[in-house]
């Protein structure tokens, strides 16, 4: 008696940080149902296109590749072979009936709370297939908020080593509702993680071999799970709790609200050392006018005085950000107003956008759009500006002795690649045996997107 061959599964992300949290959580839920890991399409029995909607190319990327993964199932069958097809994340959760419309050859639609059905879906789908009920346009579609917490319901993570570096999702969805943004209606209302469960997790990928962890949420910063006994409030109650855990070198959180930053939170910059001196905090304009139509219920005054109590607690934070350009309605004038608050505040890193309408979301029906060109040239000038301040910030670091965390191999033989306190990529020459090691290093090189290091022990 022969053992039946194993099934594969491959897992593309696009977008966020969670979204990769959301694969490692998906992985694991297939590999308890016997699908292990395939490294390429060709070589899967089950793709699953795990999408982004913040951005409309984000989502016209889904479909030009579920295009090519048509193609890539005729070709499979002509062998002999099948291929389900899956469509996860927040697409799969906005635009689920016309993913089914645009490309019915599609299997399975799952949202981002439902991932802990996926491999019930996924058998499904491949019974219709096997029994040949299965016809295009009838795919599982599974886009419904359950009652039910999806993280008491995901498979653990097995895997027996991880990298030094992972995320923890501790929260997740949106209560904020601005103008511009898809996320409330593709991932719901706020909800945060118990802390006992967030401790736990952590732990054990402590005891996999990780050294540092990056909390996530829509939100992370408005975390309010139910907190373990003698716990402090809020996040920074839980970060200190986090730095209890022996092993755990580094903690970073993403992405914050400004509105959300509380006393506590500031505090723990300063008086937990192994919270990382990093902070992204996006301000999206600089314009209150512009903020107002956003709905961001925060002004630029607000945010400078934010930004300026958080460095006088911790001078030495890297600040970085989340621009848009070209909002519905912007002037020269508030565009203005958006560069000078980057040029009074400066930042270390900053991730900037033109706007791009997304349905459902109030802004998208404006009329008063600005002209493609113009945003354009707004954003060419805002990028222009971050650019020269990051690589001003990675010159400051020249000379300067830190700790790096190594956490893979580089691209040349003998060179290892780290990551500094304020997230620069940094390249030295190390042995193989000091990945997932602290390094203390002195900074000989900077780039504008990376440091360039010399082991001193």
């Avoid at 990675?394 to 003998?414: C, D």
Wanted: hydrophobic fraction near 40%; charged fraction near 25%; glycine fraction near 8%.
């Amino acid at each position: 008696m022969t053992d039946q061959p194993t099934k594969k599964a491959f897992i593309k992300s696009y977008g966020c940080q969670m979204n990769v949290y959301d694969a490692e959580r998906m992985a694991a839920q297939l590999a308890a149902d016997g699908y292990a890991p395939a490294e390429t399409a060709e070589e899967a029995d089950l793709v699953v296109l795990n999408t982004c909607h913040i951005r409309e190319k984000a989502a016209e990327k889904v479909y030009s590749e579920l295009g090519r993964l048509k193609n890539l199932r005729t070709e499979k069958r002509a062998g002999g072979k099948d291929l389900i097809l899956a469509v996860a994340g927040c697409v799969a959760q906005a635009e689920g009936a016309e993913i089914v419309r645009r490309q019915p050859a599609v299997d399975v639609v799952v949202g981002p709370q439902a991932y802990h059905r996926l491999p019930a879906m996924v058998a499904r789908a491949a019974q219709k297939r096997g029994t040949g009920r299965r016809t295009n346009g009838t795919a599982e579609v599974d886009t419904d908020f359950p009652e039910e917490d999806k993280f008491d319901h995901l498979a653990p993570d097995t895997q027996a080593r991880r990298a030094p570096a992972a995320f923890l999702t501790v929260q997740e969805g949106c209560d904020k509702f601005c103008a511009f943004c898809v996320v409330p209606y593709t991932r719901g209302a706020e909800v945060s993680r118990p802390a006992a469960r967030i401790l736990s997790e952590a732990r054990a990928l402590v005891a996999r071999g990780v050294r540092e962890i990056t909390l996530l949420g829509q939100n992370v910063n408005a975390w309010h799970g139910r907190p373990v006994e003698g716990m402090g409030a809020g996040l920074g109650g839980l970060i200190r709790e986090l730095a209890r855990i022996e092993g755990l070198a580094r903690i970073r959180y993403t992405t914050s609200h400004p509105n959300d930053m509380d006393a506590g939170l500031i505090a723990a910059h300063a008086e937990v050392a192994e919270l990382m001196p990093y902070l992204h905090l996006p301000v999206q304009a600089g314009s209150d006018r512009i903020l107002k139509a956003m709905n961001r219920k925060h002004t630029a005054a607000s945010y400078r005085a934010l930004i300026g109590r958080i460095r006088a607690t911790k001078p030495d934070l890297a600040l970085s950000g989340d621009f848009i350009v070209g909002f519905p309605g912007e002037s020269a004038e508030d565009f203005e107003e958006t560069l000078g608050l980057v040029e009074d505040l400066g930042y270390a890193q900053a991730y900037s956008f033109k706007y791009s309408p997304r349905p459902g979301t109030p802004a998208a029906d404006s009329l008063d759009q600005v002209p493609e060109v113009e945003k354009t040239a707004r954003l060419t000038r805002l990028q222009s500006l971050l650019n020269a301040q990051q690589i001003a910030f990675n010159r400051s670091k020249l000379g300067t002795e830190m700790e790096v965390l190594i956490e893979k191999p580089g691209r040349r033989a003998g060179q290892m690649v780290g990551r500094s306190p304020w997230l620069q990529s940094v390249h030295l020459e190390a042995p193989a045996e000091s990945l997932g090691t602290m390094a203390r290093v002195v900074i000989t090189g900077a780039g504008p997107n990376s440091l360039e290091a010399r082991l001193i022990a």
